[in-house]
């Protein structure tokens, strides 16, 4: 049986904002009495780094609850019900089956072009890991870098749950999550990805109110203007690929930064702007780093 590496925090990379990271709301925890240990140790790192803090903040309607079912997020707005974030990548609306079978997912894999499997990708959004895992699932292997500390232990989390799914082993064993700032997380690596995947923040537009509830929250922890370094990231993920970058984004909004890509693929809501590499044969031909 293959170790579950990947699958571990890595100790080499503590949970730590990135230079560019934005800055993100402050977030309590709680831990209930059947909060399992793994879970639990999760969260303990974004305690020990400063990124949540035991009880309520007093400032913040954030709460990161640690309860049978793993880590939640949740937010109390002023008025109306409580949000929550729970990231179950094997059931439920947003779990595998659904995102593998969902439309967009299917065109971000088109926009890919024909990548053979074992192709490596970079995903510079990691968010709540749905397309990272829609990647591994296509046997590519996957390195999927989110800087929110919060988000990533979310993802993180939900990916020990599901690592002992017998469908999905074999694809998370293909997914490594890191979390970082892509662009730190770059300079600290060497070599180039064949493709880059880039899902950077925009006001949620999508008319199924599960996956805007969900976004709400993910707003709600990120700030107002969340990915305010999209650009840059973008040009950073040119210079670092052999064949394309592909940014996802709404269907009518502008292009990242007003950069022209080489080519578009239009789904039913969502655009994938597809950009060539900056830095064609003047890269090394490493393999990038996992760790
Ligand atoms: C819209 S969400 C991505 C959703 C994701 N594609 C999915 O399938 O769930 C955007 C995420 O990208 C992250 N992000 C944006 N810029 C980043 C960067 N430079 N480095 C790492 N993460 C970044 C944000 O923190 C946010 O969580």
């Not at 930064?257 to 044969?281: C, E, H, N, Q």
């Amino acid at each position: 049986m293959r170790p579950p590496a990947i699958l571990r925090p890595n100790p080499r990379l503590p949970i730590t904002d990135g230079p560019c990271a934005p800055v993100t709301e402050p977030v309590g925890f709680h831990v209930t009495p059947d909060c399992p240990p793994r879970s639990r140790r999760t969260a303990e790192s974004l305690l020990e780094g400063g990124h949540i803090t035991a009880g309520a903040t007093g400032r913040s309607d954030l709460e990161l609850i640690c309860r049978a079912d793993g880590l939640t997020l949740v937010a109390h707005p002023a008025s109306g019900p409580a949000l929550e974030l729970h990231i179950d990548l094997v059931g439920g609306a947003r779990g595998y089956r659904h995102a593998r079978a969902e439309r967009s997912r299917e065109d971000l894999v088109r926009a890919l072009g024909r990548l053979p499997r074992g192709s490596r990708i970079i995903d510079a959004s990691a968010g709540l890991g749905r397309d990272a895992l829609v990647l591994a699932a296509r046997g590519f292997e996957v390195v999927a870098v989110e800087r929110n500390p919060v988000l990533a232990a979310l993802l993180r989390d939900a990916m020990e749950r599901a690592s002992s799914h017998r469908v999905l082993r074999a694809s998370l064993d293909r997914l490594s999550l890191q979390q970082a700032d892509v662009r730190e997380w770059l300079s600290r690596h060497e070599g180039i990805f064949d493709a880059a995947v880039f899902d950077p923040m925009f006001p949620p537009r999508r008319k199924d109110a599960e996956v805007r509830k969900e976004m709400r929250i993910v707003h709600r922890l990120l700030g107002a203007n969340p990915d305010p370094d999209a650009p840059e990231t973008l040009k950073a993920l040119q210079g670092r690929v052999r064949r394309c970058v592909v940014v996802k984004r709404p269907l009518h909004a502008p292009a990242v930064g007003g950069l022209r890509p080489a080519r578009s693929l239009r789904g039913r809501s969502t655009r994938f702007d597809v950009y060539l590499p900056s830095t064609v044969g003047s890269q090394p031909p490493g393999r990038p780093g996992k760790g």
